[in-house]
């Protein structure tokens, strides 16, 4: 190979891997530029500071190796600046004026900074790559001393901009180092790559009390717990039991998730003492979990409360953190160095600084997110239980962490250790190649990745739960001594009569209560849409390709069993002559967010901007179109068979008369009609 062409091999990496990075600008990092505003000064700065310090060394390296070329050097490694700055104005065209003044800025201090460092090389050479390795240095400490805040700070246009290109510069300083001496160090890194992987267990805690009860009794002192049972056995009405699943999709699947329930709360105050159990996959873990943390277990009403018709907004503030630079600083500053030196010295990764920053979200949630995950729900109370959905690696199986009974669920702490919320929110969001996956050496030795590989809607879950609920009602053999009806959940008697749990399909039919217990099962699904209607059939002649039509095949299944598993759901849950969503007796409500027709981003942030597409198009109550009409009579209910489904109008129409629908779980005035509104003062239908 050429000597200029080796000499230049790390300016061109440098250039063409940052200039490609702005120039395709995936949704992730639009997102984060969208989100500077209309005056993204702080940010140009820190970029025109870093394209210059890193520009400048790798043309002083060029200097001193005699391949230094004044114009095209100088032009090559100021692309990054100038395509940071283009990609900044495409998504916010407000910041052409900062973006022009950054790039021209950053352009001449280059050309001009360049051919005085040419007389200079030497020094200059020592002096630019000590100070970014110094800088480098300095960004691994404060990474493992404020893993989440030093980050946030930073944030994560400039921690990839200033990470990448500091790689650069190193593949440059070892172009400095003689022959043998390389070639020995390069060994070193690749023994260590092949010979001595980093082995990313899971954090560690102090065990919590646990639980020893079987489902049947967790569940019985939960249904027993119920402050307004009472109200719907006087009412003639099945007592509402709702389970919620929240799709993965990282940090866009958790604001939707959380939106849809933290709007259903204020909708309903009521809501969360009737959610049994939430399950969570990948991102979905994180949105049920901050729903959860605001949860307070001493929540429960002892009156049923109608819901009202929402005023002001919700808050939005945990949604809203920032994870991903702190896994992005983690990775360009703590784990490259890990992988490269014997022992993984630096005593951190970029799923640990996922679980921390988890802990950070919002205000007065920490201890929700420290806690043992046995610990995180108790019956008597109004937190719903969480099931975090994982894959476990070696099989392929449904791995699920959860508090809700010593038998549901597949992790179990030893009597030493043990996980806690956070960290079982992030095994369950082992997201592909962006976190590792997980180790649990202390429980039964497994390796864990993202549920999403298992099943990414949740809704199997969801269903198998249902299915055991339903299953305490109806006699099972259980063999051995035991009696024929084992399993059947019973109720402390009354004298001369054996109560029992009844499951009822309708809701709005009158049952007599006696002494047994009667529930209605409720299903709220939070997913995509592709999810729920399937990836739209778009091109009649699809390309062929040997090397990537596995990988696709591979991926696509992934979202095919989401979406058959939200079919089976529909099934299971609507078991009368029904139309899912629109009918309390349903029994299955799902909420769509349009994930590629909305550009929402696929990581671990979320802007402002982001974030309203997905209220607006999922949490919007008022624009059901017959809740419209019903408040105002003038208004015409669009015709259904005119919807286009990957229209996000259409779907902010179903989600919002969603919502209104399972709003009338918690009316038991005068309900006339099977499909009607529980919202106050809004008239039946």
């Given at each position: 190979m050429p000597a200029w062409l080796i000499n230049r091999f790390p300016v061109l990496l440098f250039s063409l891997a940052l200039t490609e990075l702005f120039v395709i600008a995936p949704s992730q990092l639009r997102d984060q530029l969208a989100s500077q505003g209309p005056s993204p000064v702080i940010l140009l700065v820190m970029l025109v500071t870093f394209n210059c310090l890193l520009a400048l060394a790798h043309l002083s390296f060029l200097a001193a190796r005699g391949q230094f070329q004044p114009i095209t050097d100088s032009v090559a490694v100021s692309l990054p600046l100038i395509a940071a700055c283009l990609s900044l104005v495409r998504v916010s065209p407000d910041a052409w004026i900062p973006s022009l003044v950054a790039a021209i800025t950053g352009t001449l201090i280059i050309e001009i900074a360049s051919r005085r460092l040419v007389p200079h090389a030497g020094r200059a050479l020592v002096w630019l790559m000590g100070t970014v390795g110094a800088l480098y240095l300095g960004a691994l400490i404060l990474t493992i001393t404020f893993p989440v805040s030093f980050p946030r700070v930073i944030g994560s246009v400039c921690i990839v901009f200033f990470g990448l290109g500091a790689?650069?510069?190193?593949?440059?300083?070892?172009?400095?180092?003689?022959?043998?001496?390389?070639?020995?160090?390069?060994?070193?890194?690749?023994?260590?790559?092949?010979?001595?992987?980093?082995?990313?267990?899971?954090?560690?805690?102090?065990?919590?009390?646990?639980?020893?009860?079987?489902?049947?009794?967790?569940?019985?002192?939960?249904?027993?717990?119920?402050?307004?049972?009472?109200?719907?056995?006087?009412?003639?009405?099945?007592?509402?039991?709702?389970?919620?699943?929240?799709?993965?999709?990282?940090?866009?699947?958790?604001?939707?998730?959380?939106?849809?329930?933290?709007?259903?709360?204020?909708?309903?105050?009521?809501?969360?003492?009737?959610?049994?159990?939430?399950?969570?996959?990948?991102?979905?873990?994180?949105?049920?979990?901050?729903?959860?943390?605001?949860?307070?277990?001493?929540?429960?009403r002892t009156d049923v409360v109608a819901c009202q018709r929402i005023d002001g907004q919700i808050n939005l503030d945990p949604v809203l953190a920032d994870h991903l630079a702190p896994v992005l600083a983690a990775f360009l500053f703590a784990d490259v160095p890990n992988a490269l030196l014997p022992a993984s010295p630096v005593p951190t990764d970029r799923a640990i600084a996922l679980e921390k920053s988890i802990e950070q979200s919002g205000t007065g949630t920490d201890s929700y997110f420290t806690r043992p995950i046995?610990?995180?729900?108790?019956?008597?109370?109004?937190?719903?239980?969480?099931?975090?959905?994982?894959?476990?690696?070696?099989?392929?199986?449904?791995?699920?962490?959860?508090?809700?009974?010593?038998?549901?669920?597949?992790?179990?702490?030893?009597?030493?250790?043990?996980?806690?919320?956070?960290?079982?929110?992030?095994?369950?969001?082992?997201?592909?190649?962006?976190?590792?996956?997980?180790?649990?050496?202390?429980?039964?030795?497994?390796?864990?990745?993202?549920?999403?590989?298992?099943?990414?809607?949740?809704?199997?879950?969801?269903?198998?739960?249902?299915?055991?609920?339903?299953?305490?009602?109806?006699?099972?053999?259980?063999?051995?001594?035991?009696?024929?009806?084992?399993?059947?959940?019973?109720?402390?008697?009354?004298?001369?009569?054996?109560?029992?749990?009844?499951?009822?399909?309708?809701?709005?039919?009158?049952?007599?209560?006696?002494?047994?217990?009667?529930?209605?099962?409720?299903?709220?699904?939070?997913?995509?849409?592709?999810?729920?209607?399937?990836?739209?059939?778009?091109?009649?002649?699809?390309?062929?390709?040997?090397?990537?039509?596995?990988?696709?095949?591979?991926?696509?299944?992934?979202?095919?069993?989401?979406?058959?598993?939200?079919?089976?759901?529909?099934e299971s849950f609507c078991l009368s002559d029904c139309i899912e969503g629109n009918e309390l007796d349903s029994g299955m409500h799902s909420n769509l967010v349009a994930t590629s027709a909305l550009d929402l981003p696929l990581g671990w942030t979320l802007s402002r901007a982001s974030l309203n597409k997905i209220l607006e198009t999922t949490t919007a109550v008022d624009r059901c179109a017959e809740l419209r009409h019903q408040l105002d009579p003038t208004y015409e209910v669009p015709d259904v068979s005119r919807y286009d489904l990957e229209d996000p109008a259409t779907i902010l129409d179903a989600n919002a008369c969603g919502l209104a629908t399972v709003a009338g779980l918690f009316n038991l005035t005068d309900p006339t009609f099977r499909s009607y509104y529980g919202i106050q003062g809004v008239p039946y239908r």
């Open positions: 790689l650069t510069v190193g593949i440059a300083g070892m172009l400095l180092i003689p022959l043998r001496a390389r070639n020995i160090i390069l060994g070193i890194f690749m023994l260590c790559l092949v010979f001595d992987p980093i082995q990313h267990a899971a954090r560690r805690i102090s065990p919590g009390e646990g639980t020893s009860e079987f489902f049947r009794e967790r569940f019985s002192a939960w249904i027993l717990s119920r402050a307004d049972l009472n109200a719907y056995k006087d009412a003639k009405r099945p007592y509402p039991v709702i389970i919620t699943s929240a799709a993965g999709g990282g940090i866009t699947a958790a604001a939707h998730a959380y939106a849809v329930l933290e709007t259903l709360q204020k909708l309903c105050p009521n809501f969360s003492q009737h959610v049994l159990a939430s399950v969570g996959v990948s991102g979905g873990s994180l949105g049920d979990a901050l729903f959860a943390s605001t949860v307070s277990d001493a929540a429960q046995e610990d995180s729900w108790q019956p008597t109370g109004a937190t719903p239980a969480q099931i975090f959905v994982a894959t476990q690696v070696r099989t392929g199986e449904r791995y699920m962490l959860s508090p809700l009974s010593a038998e549901y669920g597949d992790y179990h702490p030893s009597t030493d250790a043990s996980v806690s919320m956070s960290t079982a929110i992030g095994i369950s969001a082992r997201f592909p190649w962006l976190t590792p996956t997980a180790r649990i050496p202390f429980a039964s030795d497994v390796l864990l990745a993202d549920g999403g590989y298992f099943e990414n809607s949740g809704a199997d879950t969801a269903t198998e739960l249902a299915s055991v609920i339903r299953g305490l009602e109806k006699p099972s053999p259980c063999g051995g001594d035991l009696p024929p009806d084992c399993n059947v959940l019973y109720f402390p008697d009354q004298p001369g009569q054996r109560c029992q749990l009844r499951v009822d399909t309708y809701f709005d039919q009158d049952v007599e209560w006696g002494c047994d217990v009667h529930v209605h099962i409720s299903y709220v699904a939070s997913a995509d849409f592709t999810e729920r209607w399937g990836t739209p059939f778009t091109s009649p002649d699809p390309p062929q390709s040997f090397w990537l039509d596995p990988l696709t095949t591979m991926l696509n299944t992934r979202t095919a069993r989401g979406h058959l598993a939200l079919l089976n759901a529909t």
